[in-house]
């Protein structure tokens, strides 16, 4: 199956493209910027090698769902979607931290647990939990945003000592952040999920916040099927989950987690198409409605025709 792997569009108005992980940004004009979700996964902050088929999609879509379903709380970057995988919005200056928030002793919170340590980006984790045991209350557990490579994990003291977002910036990213993360749990609960951790990225624009890029997506986040998690951990049993965790798990599996020295394992189709199963899977989960597949047949001609065709109406 086809999938976006690489982009390079000239669009009206285009002043810069930033390729990322996942996104290609592109920048129109002053104020405007056109997000393009391609079907490239990372895990361990290394880009694989394959696309998924129809991930992008399913990330795009899923964020713009979610961004319209908690403008309430904090106003966001998204003016419009369209194309299935693109999302045009506006121009902010990123935050360099990405503000991660865990409800669970899961993924990397039990990696550094399971190691000993008892403290998180500064916060204090308690004794006697398990894998996947419910924190108390949620931590917020930061991270400083890589350029390139591995995001740092990094302590609310040291963001502030470090003059990386001033004060009164960060008491509102850390209050937006808990409300963001609660709603969120509100909507995965009413369908039967778990939100177990997730990351929000912020930018300000003109003195405001805004919410950027996407939220409570399978790349930001990790869900739980609720029914049977309480079972499963008094059991001592893994937890079915949906999320990106198992693309790691697979790669670890094989001897990789990104460190020099490891070669790539190559993805065979039948893996690639099973992630594309699990990411509309987890679409089709989390929203309670149908995942419709987008045409295939000539990705980016359609991109670049609908993007075009928006910038021109809206010019």
Request: one cysteine or more; charged letters at 30%; a negative charge.
């Amino acid at each position: 199956m086809n999938s976006i792997y690489t982009t390079d569009f000239q669009f009206k108005g285009q002043t810069s493209v930033y390729h990322g992980k996942v996104r290609d940004v592109y920048s129109i004009g002053e104020d405007l910027l056109v997000m393009v979700a391609s079907d490239r996964i990372s895990a361990f902050d290394v880009i694989l090698k394959r696309g998924i088929p129809f991930k992008g999609q399913v990330l795009n879509q899923l964020a713009s769902s979610f961004l319209d379903q908690t403008s309430d709380i904090v106003p966001n970057w998204k003016i419009a979607s369209p194309d299935p995988n693109v999302t045009v919005g506006h121009k902010c200056d990123a935050f360099r931290v990405e503000m991660v928030i865990r409800g669970y002793l899961t993924g990397h919170a039990w990696r550094t647990y399971k190691s000993g340590k008892r403290t998180l980006c500064g916060v204090t984790m308690p004794e006697g939990m398990k894998e996947h045991d419910r924190f108390p209350e949620p931590i917020i557990t930061p991270a400083t945003k890589a350029e390139e490579g591995h995001d740092e994990d990094i302590s609310r003291e040291e963001i502030l000592a470090q003059g990386i977002v001033a004060e009164e910036y960060y008491v509102q990213l850390e209050d937006y952040t808990r409300k963001l993360f609660a709603r969120g749990t509100e909507i995965a609960a009413k369908n039967g999920l778990i939100l177990v951790d997730t990351k929000y990225e912020f930018g300000v624009k003109d003195g405001k916040v805004y919410l950027i890029d996407e939220i409570h997506t399978p790349d930001s986040s990790r869900y739980f099927y609720a029914d049977g998690y309480e079972e499963r951990q008094a059991n001592g049993e893994a937890q079915k989950q949906l999320s990106k965790e198992f693309v790691r798990e697979w790669l670890m599996a094989n001897d990789f987690m990104g460190q020099d020295g490891q070669t790539q394992p190559i993805m065979d189709d039948a893996f690639v198409d099973s992630v594309s199963d699990r990411y509309i899977e987890l679409f089709e989960k989390v929203t309670g409605s149908s995942f419709e597949k987008a045409d295939q047949s000539q990705l980016l001609t359609r991109v670049k025709n609908n993007v075009d065709a928006w910038l021109e109406a809206n010019s």
